[in-house]
Every structure is written in C-alpha cells, then in structure tokens.
C-alpha cells in the first residue's frame, strides 16, 4: 500500500459519491413517480368493477344485448330502479333484514362485552383453559357443526323462523371475545378495584364502567357483527322458508335464478343492496381498520 | 408467663393469618362465581351450538340418519362409499384443493404487495388505503351477482377489457377449465383484508432499519427481502392458516353462481361444501354428509396442526 496513490482515489471515491448521491435523488424521484403510476392503476382495476355495477344498472335493454359492451349508459335509466324494487321486492326484504340485523348486533355486542370482561378482568379457577378453548373454536368449521344444528333447530321447531339466525349470537362468538378481551386488557385494574372497594360489584362495573369505556371496540363489533348479519346468506337459505320473510340476500339470489341475463335490473339489485354497507365503510372506516389493527398487533 | 404470652400472641396471629386467609379465599370463591356467571354465555353456547352437535354429528356418522324416521348403525359404510362409490366425493375433494392450492399463496402474495405498495408517508396515501380496502368489506350475494356480469362472455367487463388488448377472453363461468380461476379472480379482488394485517405490522418497523441499509447501498428487492419479509412472516403464517381455512370452506359463492348448488358445468364448481350441503339438504342423506363434515373437521385440524408444525422453521418471533 503506497501512500501517495491513496489520496487520487480518495479524491476520485468523493466524486463518485457526489455523482451518486445526485442519482440516487433523480432514482428516488423517479420511483416515487413509479410508486405513484402503480397506485392509480391498482386503484382502477379495483374500482372498475364497482363503476361498472352502476354503469350497467342504468342502461337500457338494448344497450345491454349490444355488441361490445359501451362503458357508460347513453341516457340514464333511472327507471331500472324502480322496476328493481318493485320486482324484488326490495323493502319487505330490507325490512326482515333490518330486522334479523338489529338483533344479532345487539347480541353480538352485549354477550361478547359481557363474556369478555369475565376472561379479563376476573380471577377465576380454568379461566386460562377455558379461554384455550374459545380460541380452538375458531378452528373449526362451521360446516362441522352446521349439519347437527340444523337437526337441532328441526326437532325444536326453529326452522322457519328467525330464531336460529338470532339466537346463537347472544352466546358469544370467540373472534368477538377475542377482541374485546384485547381491548379490556388495556384497561387498567386499579378502576375496577377502586369500584370494588365502593362495594360495587362485577355487574355493576361491566354495565356503568365498562361499557362506556370500552364504545370504541362495541361499535367495532357492532360494525363488524352488522356487516356479517346484513351479508349473511347461508343462515337465511337454510332456515328461512317462506318467501314473504325472505332477506336481501336471498331475495337478490332468487331474482337472480329469475332474471339471468336482465343485467340492468341485476346490478340495480346489487347495487342496493350493497349501499349499506358502502356508506358504512365510509363513515366508519376507522373501526373497520382498527378491529383489524386489533387483531393484527397482538397475532404471531 | 412470657411463654404463654408468646404463644397467645403468636395464636392471635395464626388466627388473623386463618381469618385473613379465610376471608381472601371467601372472597376469592365469591370472584370465582363471577368469572364463572360472566363466561357462562360462552359455556353454555358452546354446549348447545357446538360440543353436543359435534358429538351428535360423531355418532350420526355411522348412521344411514335421514331427519325423519331411520338412524341404523351401519359402521364404517358412509367412509366406505365416501371413497370407492362416490365419484363426486373426488369431484369436489379435487376441485377444492385446486381452490385452496391456488387462492391462498396468490392472496398471500397479492395482500403482502399491496402493504409494501401503500407502507409509506406520500400524498394521498389515505385514500388509497381507503380505495384498497374497500372491496374485502363487500361481501355476500351481491358481489356474486356482480361478478356473474363482470365475467359474462359476451357483456362482461372482463373480457371486454381482454378483447381491447386483442385477448378473445374464456367463457369463464361456463367453461368447466375458467370456471374455478374465474372464483379465484373473484377472491383477489378483495385482498384488501389481509393487506391491512400485513400493514398494521409493516408501519411499526422502525424506519432506521430502512434507513441504515439504504446506507448501506441496499436497493428495494434487498431491503424487501432481509427487512420486510422476515419481519412479517409471523402475520404471513397466521394468514396463511386463516386462509387455507377458510378457503376450504368455499360454498357461497359456488352455490349462487351455479345457480342454485348445480355445481356448474361438468360439476367444476362442485366443491367439498356444496357436495355436503347437496346431501344433507337435498338428498337428506344426513348420516353421509355428517360423514363427510367429520373428514372435513379433520382435514382442517391436520391443516391447522401441519402450520403449527412448520411455523418455527420460518417464522422469526
């Protein structure tokens, strides 16, 4: 190692890294633009189907049977949903569903509240056991036990009723207790206790402490539990066996055996009956991610 | 005097300490009878909706059970004719773990991609996320129906799209070979759900890692590889077994878009839960399908105990 030949390559080591770092700039702008390029069209490809829907729902007969396909409607047929809901019929069915839905999120949210609080914040022989247990029941399918059930449902006279749609869900779903043990365990212990030392006891803190301040993780569940009720299929196809209490579900899939190639009336249906949830995720979409980011933090 | 003192004293303590310790454990049954009065919905549901069905559903197994009127003990014939007579036992065996095979590693990959994609602070960023998501929270018949339109031949986005690159698109849904890659299109279109998973974890890396490698002149397939992925291969494998799961209970969406649990054309839709739902509810041949939902039960356990095995040769905790 000469000394002398060390400082040209110092010198020449400088440059390159100035040239470098300038590069690395124009490379950084040059993907953020990539970055940017990708987003927009993952966007579209993911929205397309969603524009289409709408566009399809309000074009005419003609339109529809042309070839090929145009993008968007030549005039508006607005009238395709009132034909819609006239043939659907929409709102008696938005009605049962409203109404199955309302019950299972009041379930949902008081039992998995109430079972959670007792994994949390009480001490108990078998707690770690039992809740071992809550856990492997998310392990099996629903399949397994859908069979026996619905033998179940037949010899208590259940099925053609709500009943086995409703009542289920106030028994606790281990996902929901999952999550809302997550959430108490952020809760500190001293709260409970304070009450405790003013003789108050578990029902008491879960209905007046509790519930207030667990509201963020209730509406998750709500949201959540909503979401399964309003999109649930299997459920009503099985135990729902009169058509004038049928649910949207339902409903959208016979019109669909109905009216197979109608595609305008068929988007308009599914349109419909996707706009709950849609408005929902917009007004809501921080519970959405935070039941996700609930789960997400704490697995693995 | 001074001894009997002692020992009085030390009684008195013995008896506070007895007393102390009654009262602690009086109040710790008493807690215990809470924790058991609040967990009870679970017990209780779990009994009734989950451990006697089961049960029931065992023995049923082995059993020409129709609803009605016979429940025969007949051994092992259901698992016999499971696998020598029914052919569309195979039929859905094979087209289910075609599904599984394909859905779950594309979803894996296409989740994780789109978290890499949206984990940075640029403009706009929310919105994306929000645009991402917002497919995995449609679910149901009406995303069915949809897709029945986006996948016709003739009307159908899809292959209009195909066609404006000279691509003359499959009959998709009504071509036994398109019927089950059209369902898996249909999934990856809402992958915004495991995307999220994987971005709550990707945003609590610490930037300096990032940072220190660019230093070190890492470029993005380095960075993605020695960063990125070792750090999410815990929510890679929850994901993974969550998935397999569900993807092997595929039913809804073959059910409404063979209308009505045909099984599509040349049976390429009839997967393992349609075949069971067609002879529980259908056929009412229940002894068979309780059959079929016991080798379900324990195809999904041994899925679940396989992950479980693996998971420490790839998963840094």
Do not use: C
């Not at chain 1, 042309?66 to 069915?93: D, G, I, M, Q, R």
């Not at chain 1, 539990?225 to 729902?240: K, Q, R």
């Amino acid at each position: 190692m000469d000394l002398s030949k060390q400082a040209p390559i110092e010198q020449a080591g400088k440059k390159v890294n100035e040239k470098h770092f300038k590069s690395r700039k124009r490379q950084q702008f040059i993907g953020k633009i990539i970055v940017y390029i990708i987003l927009i069209a993952v966007s579209l490809v993911l929205l397309a189907p969603l524009g289409w829907m709408v566009s399809t729902s309000l074009k005419s007969m003609e339109e529809i049977v042309s070839f090929p396909p145009t993008l968007l409607p030549e005039t508006f047929h607005w009238e395709n949903y009132a034909y819609t809901v006239k043939a659907f019929p929409f709102f008696n069915y938005m009605k049962n569903t409203i109404f199955i839905t309302a019950f299972v999120v009041a379930g949902n949210v008081l039992s998995n509240s109430f079972i959670a609080y007792g994994f949390a914040k009480i001490n108990f022989p078998g707690k770690n056991v039992l809740f071992a247990l809550v856990l492997a029941t998310m392990m099996v399918p629903g399949f397994v036990t859908m069979i026996p059930q619905y033998i179940l449902f037949t010899k208590i006279g259940w099925v053609g009723t709500y009943l086995p749609l409703i009542v289920p869900s106030f028994f606790g779903s281990a996902f929901y207790i999952f999550l809302m043990r997550q959430f108490y365990m952020s809760i500190n212990n001293e709260l409970i206790e304070s009450a405790q030392m003013d003789g108050a006891n578990h029902l008491y803190i879960w209905s007046r402490l509790m519930l207030p301040l667990t509201k963020p993780a209730l509406i998750t569940i709500g949201i959540m539990s909503f979401n399964g009720a309003w999109n649930d299929f299997l459920g009503p196809l099985l135990y729902i066996t009169r058509e004038e209490n049928y649910t949207l579900q339902i409903g959208l899939q016979s019109f669909q055996n109905q009216s197979t190639t109608q595609w305008n009336y068929l988007m308009a249906g599914a349109t419909l009956v996707m706009i709950p949830t849609i408005v929902l995720f917009f007004f809501a979409q921080k519970y959405f991610v935070e039941g996700m980011d609930l789960t997400g933090g704490t697995k693995g | 005097m001074k001894n009997a003192d002692t020992s009085q004293f030390s009684k008195a303590i013995q008896e506070i300490k007895t007393l102390k310790k009654k009262n602690w454990s009086k109040r710790k049954k008493k807690e215990a009878w809470w924790g058991l009065l609040f967990v009870a919905p679970f017990i209780i549901g779990f009994l009734g909706f989950m451990l006697l069905p089961m049960l029931f559903s065992f023995y049923g197994s082995f059993t020409n059970y129709n609803i009605t009127s016979q429940m025969d003990f007949i051994g092992l014939a259901n698992f016999k004719r499971m696998f020598t007579q029914d052919e569309l036992f195979t039929t859905s065996l094979y087209n289910t773990a075609y599904y599984v095979l394909f859905n779950v590693p594309l979803t894996a990959v296409g989740s994780v991609f789109l978290a890499v994609l949206l984990n940075r602070q640029i403009f706009g960023i929310r919105a994306f996320r929000t645009i991402f998501y917002l497919p995995a929270v449609l679910s149901g018949v009406a995303v069915y129906v949809l897709w029945m339109q986006l996948l016709s031949p003739s009307s159908g986005l899809v292959n209009t799209v195909l066609s404006w690159v000279g691509i003359d698109g499959p009959a998709w849904l009504f071509d036994p070979e398109w019927t089950k890659p059209a369902l898996i299109l249909m999934r990856l279109w809402s992958v915004g759900g495991s995307m999220l998973l994987y971005l709550a974890t990707l945003q609590n890396v610490p930037k300096q890692l990032y940072e220190s490698a660019e230093v070190d002149g890492a470029g993005f397939t380095r960075k993605f590889f020695h960063i990125t992925l070792p750090l999410i291969t815990p929510i890679i494998f929850y994901d993974i077994v969550t998935s397999t799961i569900g993807a092997f209970q595929i039913f809804q969406e073959a059910y409404v878009m063979t209308e009505g649990g045909t099984g599509g054309p040349s049976n390429s839709l009839l997967f393992y839960n349609l075949h069971m739902w067609n002879k529980a509810f259908v056929a009412f041949d229940m002894g068979y399908a309780m059959a079929m939902s016991m080798i379900l039960f324990i195809i999904v356990l041994t899925l679940t105990f396989i992950n479980l095995k693996l998971a420490p040769k790839w998963v840094n905790y």
